[in-house]
């Protein structure tokens, strides 16, 4: 699979069981469907799982082209905006279904953004995959 954001191959690593497809370059991360869930249940969220998911749906109501492919079905993303304290993060979600694509550290403002408070302990996920990006872990 290839990046959306930059088009290189993705790497492909295992947190908590979970495969998980990251880009060395952008450091970025691809979540095949269901794979959101299953981090979420794993950070001890299990009953956000769900709702989160939910909650990008209602927000992809009328979602505009993103202009990356998704690395699965190769169609056009849609980006999904998600609001903040602080400001907008956009993220990109599959059409079809086939996943989301998180930029780098999206995923915890995400997730506090829509599950009020609970991404902080995402940062651990942040930190593990700094090991395979080469990113320090001071430079967040």
Do not use: N
Request: glycine share 10%; with cysteine; aromatic share 6%.
């Amino acid at each position: 699979m290839k990046c959306p954001a930059c088009r290189v191959a993705l790497l492909t690593v295992e947190h908590e069981g979970i495969e998980l497809d990251v880009c060395a370059t952008c450091r970025g991360t691809w979540f095949d469907a269901e794979e959101l869930d299953l981090l979420l249940e794993s950070a001890g969220f299990e009953d956000c799982a769900h709702t989160l998911d939910m909650k990008l749906g209602a927000l992809a109501a009328h979602p505009p082209p993103s202009p990356r492919l998704c690395p699965r079905c190769h169609k056009k993303l849609e980006e999904i905006r998600v609001d903040r304290p602080g400001g907008v993060v956009a993220i990109d979600r599959c059409a079809r279904g086939d996943g989301y694509w998180f930029d780098r550290h999206e995923l915890p403002l995400v997730v506090d953004a829509m599950m009020e408070g609970a991404g902080g302990p995402l940062q651990k996920l942040q930190d593990y995959l700094a090991g395979y990006t080469g990113q320090k872990k001071d430079q967040r």
